[in-house]
């Protein structure tokens, strides 16, 4: 386990933070196996930038794409996590700096 209680799960060779972003993992294969979803990424790396500098990098659970090519960042958050101060702030830069919203799962 780590800090905040989730139990690491390896899934198709992936190894996930928690048993809800497995889960998460299976349903996205189910729904672009379904023709729902056109593609998905995981683990995807935004830098959060100002004035040219670096000030953090996020990590995005999965990135999801419809069969128009829009794009939809998802991060699997329990109640717990949803209220830490540090991912709370990376959200709020990633709406403000990068223009992205952040859909929790």
Known sequence: MNKFRNIKTIV???KFDS??????????KLLKHGGI????????RFPIMFEGKK??????????YD???NR?????????TRKNPVYRLKKKMMKIING??????
């Open 55 to 64: 000030i953090c990098t996020y990590i995005a659970d999965f990135i999801t």
């Open 37 to 44: 979803i056109s593609a998905f990424e995981i683990q995807v």
């Open 12 to 14: 198709d060779g992936i």
């Open 19 to 28: 048993k809800k972003e497995a889960l998460r993992y299976g349903q996205l």
């Open 100 to 105: 992205l919203e952040i859909i929790e799962v």
């Open 72 to 80: 939809t960042i998802e991060d699997c958050k329990s109640d717990f």
């Open 67 to 69: 069969m128009k090519g």
